[in-house]
């Protein structure tokens, strides 16, 4: 059909003919959607909190595990690197950021992507020990995000598969997050889930 034939990237990983059209290979195609996905941002959260000066790095799916370490698995299509400078008397110091992101998303997918990067940038500018916090409270609250970004996209499919992912910190951090949202509201859930480090009694 219109989805064939597949193809392997050189990574190993399978996608389809629609797919590939679609995706994106170079630096330039990253910073594009990177711009993008903080105007998304922006819409969805009423605010500019995807403006925080971030580098994008395209990678195969090799390096992308190995920088990752042993937060690497099989769901994780980015990462965001942290560089602290100057810290000092408990006081954290000035914070540089990079997103690295897989080669060859779509450029949809890569835009959600982006998104939850983005927000894992403002989680470490509003939280000095967000590195410390529950990982499912941290990667359930940048799913959430990535979720309502492509849900105002029309990209309802992408948002159901991560909410499908049957691991305990993303899918199940997912699940979690939006109970969350469902009782508190949207905003206030996303000002928690920037500022805290875990999820409330009763989540």
Known sequence: ??????????????????????????????????????????SVLASDRGKIETAVTLLPRPELHAKAGPLANRWLKGLTEVEEEGAQDGKRGARRYRIFVLYGLPRAGLLGVLCHELFHVFQSEKNPKTLEADAAFREGAANYVQVCVLNARGESLRARLLERQGDSVYGEGLRRFEKLAADRGLRRAIELGAREQRFPDGY
């Open 1 to 42: 059909g219109e989805r064939g034939p597949a193809f392997f990237y050189a990574d190993h990983r399978a996608t389809c003919a629609v797919c590939r059209r679609d995706a994106v290979f170079s630096q330039e195609g990253a910073r594009e959607t990177l711009e993008a996905a903080r105007e998304a941002l922006a």
